[in-house]
Every structure is written in C-alpha cells, then in structure tokens.
C-alpha cells in the first residue's frame, strides 16, 4: 500500500496545495488499479491553483475537482482509456470533455479553449482531447480536472488520489518553479 493512501486510511486527511487540510472520510479512499496505461491530465509541469475540497461558492459546497494554472491553449489529455460522452458547453464549465472510463468512473475537463474530441469517441492515455482556456464560470485561464463516481454532479471524489492510486503523482506546489 502506497504511503499516501495509508494515510488518507490511517489519517483521515489530504495535505493541500494551500497548506490548509480537509477532512476526508477513508470511504472517499479509490481502490488502486493495475490494469491500463494511465497518464496526468496535461504533459507540461504546473501549479495547483485550487485543490480538491476547497469550501467555497460552488453548488456542492466544495471544489469538485483540481485546477491546474496553465496557459490558455495548453494541450488537454485523457488520462486513461473511455468514451467521450460529452464534449460541448456545458454551464460553468465552459467548453468541456468528459470521459466514461473503463474503470466506471468518469472524468470532466472543463474551461477547454478547444475541444478536439468528440462524443462516442474512444480514447486511450495521452489523446489529445482538446486544449485549456478560461471558457465558462472562471477567473483565468487554468485547467478544471475533475473525477466523479457517476455522470451526475455531486459525485466527485478527489482526483489526485484518483491518478495516485494509478501510478500517477502530481507534486501539489503553490508557487511555479
């Protein structure tokens, strides 16, 4: 078992990119999988703008997923194998993609600038699903990355344990270097 999941079971905690931490019951922990390729959600290093649970203005009460402070126009990647099913405005998110993946969980990337992939689409690790931006409810360009139990909103689970979980880390830095 990998250390940061020991903790989020032992410890009941998530260290965040603002160094405050939030609560998060073990039943939020995902199960670790072996099977497929799995990749990070954009190829070029970035900070973390806003973490996973932030309270705030949102519907749920919290920040539903992870945004990553990148360029508008950045490249946007699937992490891991699924079908499209949606790729569209969609409200707050702006332009966005989200992925039914072949593990049952779903994955949305919102505030796209440009969307190249297209619903019923199958994609696999790394295919270029569209490029970041600041479309919809945002205040700058950034990538919203997002990982949901179910299609419907409400759902989300943290998606830094989701890719950990997958053999992908991502450093939580608040300042670029």
């Known amino acids: 078992m990998n250390w940061l999941r020991r903790r989020l079971l032992l410890h009941g905690v998530v260290p965040t990119a603002i160094g405050t931490v939030l609560g ?3 039943t939020e922990a995902v199960p670790a999988v072996a099977a ?7 190829a070029a290093h970035a900070r973390i703008s806003s973490p996973y649970g932030v309270k705030g203005d949102w519907a749920a009460g919290h920040h539903t997923g992870v945004d990553f402070a990148v360029r508008t126009g950045t490249p946007v990647s699937s992490v ?3 079908t499209v099913i949606l790729a569209k405005r969609s409200g ?3 332009l966005a993609v989200t992925i039914h993946m072949t593990d049952g969980y779903y994955t949305l990337f919102g505030h796209l600038s440009r969307i190249t992939a297209r619903v019923g689409q199958h994609v696999r690790a790394g295919t270029r699903i569209g490029y970041s931006g600041a479309t919809g409810r945002t205040t700058g360009p950034h990538l919203h990355f997002e990982v949901r139990r179910t299609r419907h909103y409400g759902s989300d689970i943290n998606p830094l344990s989701y890719l950990s979980n997958r053999g992908i880390r991502i450093t939580k830095r608040t300042h670029p270097r």
């Open 80 to 82: 891991g194998s699924g």
């Open 92 to 94: 707050d998110y702006g």
């Open 24 to 26: 998060l019951a073990a």
């Open 36 to 42: 497929g390729p799995w990749t990070r959600p954009i």
